[in-house]
């Protein structure tokens, strides 16, 4: 069969007009953009060609040989191997984007392996012209499917050039083989390229943040998710252990291997609280470490609900307490007041005097915790009337500006609303609510610090600011500072800023704070400024 299909194309060659002593030297060549084109279609192909082949080019123990890979066109797309071999063909104008074509080749077989689809060699006088006689060429046809590219069946020729000298079958049996191997290398790898696509589809659409490490802790994969969950910037290659709150606990699991689970962090991120519950579990391999695996749930929904609920169940204790108790305490309470009262209307000597000041102080005391337990318990309807707004701030600030002086602190104000503008709202609860935070401003802060009183309008409503540069506010008190009974302070009751937020709610508005460890803090009060706003206006 070889010798039919050679006489065949030699005959063809003589018909051409070819001369065995002409030197082949194919003309057509393809452009620069066309063979890069080729390049990356068939880059798999190439990549895995090159390391099979340089394998077996050392095997070989310094036989001169130069492999060539064609397209399903004839097009030499790579070559490597020998480099003096390489030159030869260069010569002979056989180059990457050359195209083997028989009119200007003649009898060449990696034209025959391509059209037959079977593995075939020439063999020195095999050849048509004489100038490569000296050569032996071994070529096999290959059909790859090609899932990248989108083209279908990617085919061409691995072929492989020797001189005459090393001749023998062995070559042609290695390429054989080698195009078996290429291919269970090619199932391999679009295997792996198919886990790792479902991987990173599986991963950057949980809903929940993936963090991988390795046993230095350096970041080796993470999600998007995970990028909207933490303040820190990270990146592959970066290290963990520096992540905000989350580094020790890394630490911890790479070291001794221990899983870390149900671990609550508080992170503020782009001026959004998030609360996370992170698990972070070592990952084994031969009974050794070699990493973590972490994983973030946003849990922030479920925490605020917590919340709400222990809020809920605290305002349920303190109705049924308040209830019980109001009515008792007052009605005392307003008798021993008013002998109080009587008493130091009496002329009394010095000590008696400042000790019935201290007894009168501790009774108004009493009577303020009473009137916030029935407040939280049930607050009282808003009487809606209109309040101008400056006017109405300014004598808040004159209200309060003996307790500054106590604590020298000056106030100062940033109005960006004029005479004009009105509030409709309940003054006495607006006070109540002013009260509470400016006295929360003035303790936070140091002495002779300042507490700014801003306003300022958007979409129809007013925001009323208190700004101070003290202590701050930690992300973790900041989801509490609402709840009945929680304080930092250690004469506080808990319920000032709780009676502030429901005194609002029941004006539809809301307070929002923006807070920073030792800079400062800052408590927003958001209300309408239409009266229709307000369901329980009563104009």
């Known amino acids: 069969m070889e010798n039919n299909i050679l006489a065949e194309i030699r005959r063809r060659c003589i018909e051409n007009g070819m001369q065995p002593t002409d030197v082949p030297s194919p003309l057509t060549k393809v452009t620069d953009e066309h063979l890069q084109k080729q390049k990356r279609l068939y880059a798999d192909i190439l990549e895995v060609t090159e390391i099979i082949g340089e394998n077996t080019i050392k095997l070989l123990n310094g036989q001169m040989v130069l492999f ?123 295997t792996n390229q198919r886990q790792l696509d479902l991987h990173h589809l599986m991963v950057n659409n949980l809903d929940t943040g993936i963090l991988l490490v390795d046993r230095q802790g350096f970041i080796v994969d993470f999600n998007k998710i995970v990028i909207n969950m933490i303040p820190d910037c990270i990146s592959v290659g970066q290290t963990s252990l520096h992540i905000t709150e989350l580094g020790t606990y890394i630490l911890e699991a790479i070291t001794k291997g221990q899983p870390q689970r149900d671990i609550e962090i508080h992170y503020d991120v782009k001026g959004v609280h998030t609360v996370c519950l992170v698990d972070i579990i070592p990952i084994f391999e031969m009974g050794k470490i070699e990493g973590a695996y972490a994983q973030f749930r946003d849990i922030t929904e479920r925490y605020y609900l917590e919340q709400q609920v222990i809020v809920s ?12 108790l109001a009515h008792e305490i007052r009605n005392p309470l307003t008798t021993i007041m008013g002998f109080v009262q009587i008493t130091r209307s009496r002329p009394l000597d010095p000590v008696t005097t400042r000790y ?35 006017a109405f701030l300014e004598s808040v600030l004159r209200f309060m500006e003996g307790h500054a002086t106590l604590h020298d602190i000056r106030f100062t104000t940033s109005f960006y609303t004029t005479d004009q503008d009105i509030l409709y709202a309940d003054a006495a609860q607006i006070k109540q609510v002013l009260i509470n935070i400016l006295q929360n401003a003035v303790e936070a802060s140091k002495p002779n610090e300042k507490v700014t009183l801003k306003t300022r309008k958007q979409d129809n409503s007013l925001i009323i600011t208190v700004s101070d540069n003290g202590i701050g506010i930690s992300p973790e008190n900041l989801t509490k500072v609402q709840n009945p009974f ?36 800052d408590f927003n009060i958001h209300l309408p400024l239409t009266c229709n706003n307000i369901k329980e206006c009563s104009m």
């Open 68 to 190: 060539l890979v064609t397209d399903d066109k004839g097009l030499v797309i790579d070559s490597f191997g020998d480099r003096i071999m390489k030159e030869n063909l260069s010569q002979l104008n056989i180059t990457e984007g050359s195209v083997l074509v028989e009119p200007e080749v003649g009898i060449c077989a990696t034209l025959i392996a391509l059209d037959k689809k079977i593995p075939f060699q020439t063999v020195g006088t095999d050849h048509f012209h004489l100038a490569l006689h000296d050569s032996a060429c071994h070529s096999v046809p290959f059909s790859f499917p090609d899932d990248y590219g989108g083209q279908g069946v990617l085919q061409g020729t691995i072929s492989l050039m020797t001189s005459v000298v090393d001749f023998s079958n062995y070559p042609l049996a290695m390429l054989v083989n080698m195009v078996d191997s290429m291919a269970r290398e090619l199932i391999l790898r679009r």
């Open 356 to 390: 019935m000041g201290y007894v009168q102080e501790e009774l108004e005391r009493v009577k303020n915790l009473v009137s916030d337990f029935v407040t939280m318990s049930k607050p009282s309807v808003p009487i809606i009337k209109p309040i101008e707004i400056n």
């Open 313 to 324: 169940e605290k305002l349920s204790a303190i109705g049924k307490l308040a209830a019980g």
């Open 486 to 521: 929680f304080t930092t302070k250690d004469s506080g009751t808990g319920l000032g800023l709780s009676v502030s937020y429901r005194i609002i709610n029941n004006h539809n508005g809301e307070i929002t704070i923006d807070s920073r460890l030792g800079v400062g803090t």
